[in-house]
């Protein structure tokens, strides 16, 4: 049974930062691609970065610069480190590994 368990969401300042994690399990995690979605109220998910099995990272412009992606194949875990956000990255944040979706952690960002 495949189970990924997002954490690290919250409230945070403009200008702060985040870092979410996604804990795999039931899955031979490092064979397959991590992504990180997003999506606000009344707004579709959107990607928002991904990383292959070997390592290589993808931006939208959005985030590029901001948002850093990265994974550690011990612990079975994609991480989001999110730098200098604003409010327009306020919304529910996802990860998805190869079809399956974790239940969403929140971020508010909000003076």
């Known amino acids: 049974q495949v189970q990924l368990v997002e954490s690290g969401g919250g409230l945070v300042q403009p200008g702060g930062s985040l870092r979410l994690s996604c804990a795999a399990s039931?899955?031979?995690?490092?064979?397959?691609?991590g992504y990180w979605y997003r999506q606000a109220p009344g707004k579709q998910r959107d990607l928002v970065a991904s990383?292959?099995?070997?390592?290589?990272?993808n931006y939208p412009a959005s985030v590029k610069g901001r948002f850093t992606i990265s994974r550690d194949n011990a612990k079975n875990t994609v991480y989001l480190q999110m730098n200098s956000l604003k409010p327009e990255d306020t919304a529910v944040y996802y990860c998805?590994?190869?079809?399956?979706w974790g239940q969403g952690t929140q971020v508010t960002v909000s003076s």
């Open positions: 998805k590994i190869w079809g399956y």
């Open positions: 039931g899955i031979i995690f490092r064979l397959y691609t």
């Open positions: 990383i292959t099995s070997g390592g290589t990272t």
